[in-house]
């Protein structure tokens, strides 16, 4: 019954990429571990930095002492967005081959054979592949929290949360790169595409519809359209940035995105049935 699954599961494995994001993860885990032990100043780097004698640290209470939790806050708001953009990168990359490759002659025969809807097929696909994606995308962000944690002596539980918020923005560029895939049928073409859109069009289209040049013009009402269509990496970064240092913030950006991704992965399910193999 999960037939499709567990072979995706398989050949994600069998090609070694997600192995090898998994062992450069495990080395930014212990990049972190070593920059953590770096002394500055004479001051162990568990306290983090001695300003103008000022030690920071938990015990610390004067009047002049920095918050290591707001400290630690900005460490670990740095080390999410690090992963943010390392895994959304190298993720999409690994993920790119798995709908094209599945749907050239003589992979797809053998699977669509068997009696099992094309719907089922697709979506047995898709969650397959985002399985893998979120074993690391938690592993590391586990990790990191772990090693900070005992590091600083603080444990701030919403590091946890980034990691959510980044698997959920993944999910969301993965339906369009699966969208694109189902289309053109080209693993490189796809990957371009969705790298294009994401880490170029969306940040300017972002910082476009600011402008206030651009008022009453309809020029504007185009820009705020596409932007609101497209996957907001940037207001996403600004999310996580909010919720690891326990800020107010807006789920806007994370829902309007998700939004487009189910809407993506409908359109990608409705193709994917009436492509004649």
């Known amino acids: 019954m999960l037939g499709v699954y567990k072979l995706t599961l398989k050949e994600t494995i069998s090609k070694k990429i997600f192995l090898t994001f998994f062992v450069l993860s495990t080395l930014f885990i212990v990049l972190i571990m070593l920059a953590l032990n770096v002394k500055v100043g004479g001051v162990d780097s568990k306290i983090l930095l001695d300003f103008f004698g000022q030690s920071i640290d938990a015990n610390n209470?004067?009047?002049?002492?920095?918050?290591?939790?707001?400290?630690l806050g900005y460490v670990q708001t740095g080390i999410a967005i690090a992963v943010f953009f390392i895994s959304i990168f190298f993720s999409l990359f690994a993920t790119a081959g798995i709908f094209p490759n599945f749907l050239k002659k003589g992979s797809i025969d053998l699977i669509i054979s068997k009696?099992?809807?094309?719907?089922?097929?697709?979506?047995?696909?898709?969650?397959?592949?985002?399985?893998?994606?979120?074993?690391?995308?938690?592993?590391i962000v586990l990790l990191s929290w772990i090693v900070l944690s005992v590091k600083f002596e603080i444990w701030n539980f919403n590091f946890l949360f980034s990691g959510l918020i980044i698997f959920v923005f993944f999910s969301t560029l993965f339906s369009l790169l699966a969208f694109v895939s189902v289309i053109t049928r080209n693993t490189v073409i796809s990957l371009l595409i969705v790298y294009f859109?994401?880490?170029?069009?969306?940040?300017?289209?972002?910082?476009?519809?600011?402008?206030?040049?651009?008022?009453?013009?309809?020029?504007?009402?185009?820009?705020?359209?596409?932007?609101?269509?497209?996957?907001?990496?940037?207001?996403?970064?600004?999310?996580?940035?909010?919720?690891?240092?326990?800020?107010?913030?807006?789920?806007a950006p994370l829902i309007s995105s998700s939004i487009i991704g189910v809407i993506a992965v409908l359109a990608s399910i409705g193709i994917f049935k009436r492509i004649d193999f």
């Open 115 to 139: 009696p099992i809807s094309r719907e089922m097929i697709f979506i047995q696909r898709f969650l397959g592949a985002l399985t893998i994606v979120g074993i690391n995308i938690f592993y």
């Open 61 to 71: 209470k004067g009047e002049n002492s920095f918050d290591p939790k707001e400290i």
């Open 197 to 251: 859109t994401i880490f170029i069009l969306s940040p300017i289209l972002a910082g476009v519809q600011k402008l206030t040049i651009l008022d009453d013009t309809p020029y504007k009402t185009i820009i705020k359209t596409l932007h609101f269509i497209l996957p907001k990496i940037s207001e996403t970064v600004v999310m996580i940035k909010e919720v690891v240092m326990s800020e107010n913030y807006s789920a």
